[in-house]
């Protein structure tokens, strides 16, 4: 009789072993033959070596399916148990918009056909920018996209960043330290991690530096590679901070900027340094630029009706 140790590295073990251990009851029953035993992040399994070899190819593609898609229901479970060992699982639903499996359900999707062009041109293009009001959906699609490459192994780790700059408020005269002072700031892209990076795991990544968030300044003298970076906000980049930010880039990162030029919030008049990339870099090879509009706006419906009649009222004053 043989002897196998299963570790479960890459993700929850509860997504693993189900509510009320509802998925291993299903593993067991299709392995009855082997004597199972699931402790923390171990199972430990004996029996006969064809019979634990198949476990461990089971075992392994439970294991890519859960971290590649975030959840694991016993509908996957039994998919996989019943499916070809040799061929592995795939989804019989049309996924091609899905770009990942978030936590509780959540399912994020390309949602709109801007949204759909900003995750293709992420698929060809190492440097997009998406540009447009708030509400499109362009600082959740980039973190999503973000997640995948970090699940799929695309690139080592994640950095989300944005310019330390508020409308009407000085950092200085905030409370706190300068992580407790920048976080309100930051805040939109902990929303967007928390949907889609189960809690212990994005635990471990900020901890670990796999996932950092830091404010521009932050990225001066720095070569970001084998990265997902994301500048978010980039309206509110001075021409040089956004320059520096574009030339941190290394030779196997891939970089989203996003931004709203009708929000620009930089004191003293001066230039967005979006507005100059917009003009210098559009004709660039490998640089991509999406416009989203009211029509990706995913909020309620009357953000679109606010956004319309702002639309209308400045129109009115460049009249």
């Known amino acids: 009789m043989a002897e196998k140790i299963i570790e479960i590295k890459e993700v929850d073990p509860v997504q693993i072993y189900g509510i009320n251990d509802g998925n291993l009851e299903l593993i067991k029953k299709r ?43 016993p509908a996957a479970i039994e998919h996989i148990l019943g499916g070809n060992l040799q061929t592995g699982f795939t989804d019989s639903t049309d996924n091609k918009d899905v770009i990942v499996f978030g936590n509780y359900g959540i399912v994020v ?8 062009k900003m995750f293709e041109s992420s698929l060809k293009n190492d440097m997009i920018f998406a540009i447009g009001p708030a509400g499109t959906g362009k600082t959740y699609t980039a973190v999503a996209l973000a997640v995948k490459a970090l699940r799929d192994k695309e ?4 950095i989300l960043c944005r310019p330390a ?39 471990s990544y900020l901890e670990n530096h796999v996932i950092q968030i830091a404010p521009l300044a932050f990225m001066r003298g720095r070569t ?11 309206q509110n980049a001075t021409e040089s901070q956004l320059k520096m930010f574009l030339t941190r880039m290394g030779a196997s990162a891939k970089f989203v900027v ?7 919030d930089l004191p003293g008049h001066q230039p967005s340094g979006l507005l100059q990339a917009m003009r210098v870099l559009k004709d660039v090879e490998g640089i991509d630029f999406i416009t989203l509009d ?6 309620h419906k009357l953000v679109k009706k606010i956004l319309s009649v702002y639309d209308k009222e400045k129109t009115k004053k460049s009249q």
């Open 31 to 73: 392995f009855s033959k082997l004597k199972i035993v699931a402790r923390g992040d171990k199972i430990k399994v004996s029996g006969e070596e064809d019979e634990l070899n198949q476990f461990e190819m089971v075992m392994n593609l439970i294991l890519d399916r859960c971290e590649k898609n975030g959840t694991l229901s």
């Open 109 to 116: 999707k390309a949602r709109t056909p801007n949204q759909r």
């Open 165 to 203: 700059v508020e409308a009407g408020e000085h950092l200085g005269f905030l409370p706190g330290d300068l992580k407790e002072k920048l976080d309100p700031y930051l805040q939109p892209l902990y929303d967007a991690l928390y949907d889609m990076v189960p809690p212990e795991k994005l635990k």
């Open 294 to 299: 009211d029509s990706d706006v995913l909020r």
């Open 224 to 234: 970001l590679d084998n990265a997902f970076v994301i500048l978010d906000e980039a």
């Open 155 to 158: 690139v080592k780790k994640i």
């Open 258 to 264: 996003t931004g709203d030029v009708t929000q620009i």
